[in-house]
């Protein structure tokens, strides 16, 4: 037998060993390890930093619902358009033109996938 002979299979491949493959994944399971307990001694080793520094505040949250200007205009031209007692049931911001053209491309693809034939 000639010195690299046993590794030459019937059809002239290459045949990698039992012991190769081994040597193989226990190299990647080294590695792996490696890198773990490295990330684990830099995630001590670094502290996340505050998000904000020492001695300020947040800032306060705005104010919930409309304005009580905007509320006293919007039912005083009620009370104009209208001429007879009413009451005002909620006040909301109108949709953004953001979500509006969202639900406009999301009918669009019901439209063209309504359009199409199962074969």
Do not use: C, N
């Amino acid at each position: 037998m000639t010195p690299g002979q046993w590794l030459v299979g019937e059809a002239g491949a290459q045949v990698a060993g039992w012991g190769t493959m081994a040597a193989i994944f226990g190299g990647i399971a080294a590695s792996m390890l490696l890198l773990r307990f490295l990330g684990l001694y830099l995630a001590s080793t670094h502290p996340v930093p505050p998000s904000a520094p020492v001695g300020f505040e947040e800032e306060p949250a705005p104010p919930q619902g409309p304005d009580p200007k905007i509320m006293a205009i919007i039912a005083a031209t009620v009370s104009e358009v209208l001429g007879q007692p009413h009451r005002i049931i909620s006040v909301r911001k109108p949709p953004s033109v953001e979500s509006l053209m969202q639900q406009w491309s999301m009918e669009g693809r019901r439209a063209i996938y309504s359009s199409h034939k199962f074969r």
